[in-house]
Structure formats: C-alpha cells, structure tokens
C-alpha cells in the first residue's frame, strides 16, 4: 500500500506564488520519477512537471520559466514552487508517482488563482 499526501494549495492573486508538496509512504521501495499534473474543468489531465530519480526535469511548455519541480529522496516527497501564477493555471493539481512499474496518484489539490 502506498499513500501520496498533498497539501500547499489555494487560493492566489495572479502574479502569486504557491508552494506544493507530496510525500510518498508505505510500500515503496523504488521511486523512479516524481511529477505533478494538473486537470481544470472541462479539460483533459495534463503533465505539468516531472522529475527523475536521476535528477532530469521537464515541464509543459506553458510553465517553463515560472514552475520549478524539486524532490527530496530521503523523505520520499517532490515539491513544485509555482510562481508568476496566472489565471489559466487554475486546477486540480495532482500528484504523481512512478516506482517499481506502477503508478500511483495523490488525491489532489486545487490551485485557483484570481485575475
């Protein structure tokens, strides 16, 4: 069993910052890559950003120069410092997963950021 806890959403002013976070525990011994994706109303589920257990990142063109995507090994938890938010980056941001062949996700966070 292997449980992704969330937490660091809101709501902010355009411009803003926010700080996501996401801890992996429980019967996971292997993490290959840790990432966020994002689904806003109406649209499909999209890759944000994705980090490997190598260190290599990538990012949706349309968050490259604002979101950073980081993760801390020893605690089992990847991180996304989101800044310069604008209004289209409202959504469910969810957590995401890769290790030992399978793919695990987080329950969300919702992300609104006002105009």
């Known amino acids: 069993q292997v449980q992704l806890v969330e937490s660091g ?3 902010v002013q355009a411009g803003g910052s926010l700080r996501l976070s996401c801890a992996a525990s429980g019967s996971i011994f292997r993490i290959d890559a840790m990432g966020w994706y ?3 109303p109406g649209k ?3 890759l944000v950003a994705v ?3 190598g260190g290599s ?3 949706a063109d349309s968050v490259k ?3 950073t995507i980081s993760r801390d090994n020893a605690k089992n938890t990847v991180y996304l410092q989101m800044n310069s938010l604008k209004p289209e980056d409202t ?3 969810y957590c995401n997963v890769l290790g030992m062949g399978r793919v695990y996700w987080g329950q969300g966070t919702q992300v609104t950021v006002s105009s």
């Open 91 to 93: 959504a469910v941001y």
């Open 44 to 46: 499909q589920r999209e």
């Open 57 to 59: 990142t990538n990012y």
């Open 65 to 67: 120069g604002r979101f």
């Open 9 to 11: 959403g809101g709501l």
């Open 38 to 40: 994002r689904q806003a």
């Open 51 to 53: 980090i490997r257990s």
